[in-house]
């Protein structure tokens, strides 16, 4: 199980975030925090993630917790945390409004490791659920769509292109949900039909 903590400023949102967390049998909540006290009880605790419906930036080990960031605005926070350029910060960041589906998924997601974020953050629907116009890709998104079309795996590809393992899960990511693939086979698929990339 997943050994989850959970803060938020109100008393109320860490009450429903709990309810969250227990209602999910891949989740166990360990207790929670508010965010003056987040950083004794992530010591204490040793969470595996922190759930964290945050107002600002954290430092320290809040920093350094793999995180699910609920946000109100989740296009600023991605935006922010892609173009960071190192290692820290939340590894999925949603909405505030969230379904405790989405909530659960992605605390799984970043437990094994993985970026998580909603569609619509990167540009599959509107914050209000109306479809977004396709986004193009950016030229660095099309090198690392190269990279993929070889075959090469994330750390390979960091190294080429001279960023982080981490931004490149980023542009992988973004990749994905502009083309609206779920796998790289079927992002190099796609970018070899709109003439993005040539095998």
Partial sequence: MIRTLVTASSA?????????VRADARLEYVGDA?????????AALDPDVLLDQREG????????????????????AWAQLAFAGDERGPLAILARDASPEEIAAAVVAVAAGLVAVQP????????????????????????????????????????RLAIS???????????????GVASRTEAVTQ??????IML
Avoid at 34 to 42: C, K, L, N, Y
């Fill in 12 to 20: 109320l949102a860490r009450a429903g975030l709990a309810a969250v």
């Fill in 34 to 42: 508010t965010p003056d006290d987040v950083e004794a009880r992530i």
């Fill in 57 to 76: 930036a954290r430092d320290g080990a809040a920093a350094r917790t793999p995180s699910v960031a609920l946000v109100d605005d989740p296009r600023e």
């Fill in 120 to 159: 619509r953050t990167l540009g599959g629907t509107r914050h209000d659920g109306a479809p977004r116009e396709r986004e193009r890709l950016t030229a660095r998104e099309i090198d690392v769509l190269g990279e993929l079309a070889r075959g090469v795996p994330n750390k390979t590809i960091a190294a």
């Fill in 165 to 179: 393992e981490h931004t490149v899960k980023f542009h992988v990511a973004s990749i994905f949900a502009k083309l």
């Fill in 191 to 196: 970018g070899v039909r709109l003439g993005l």
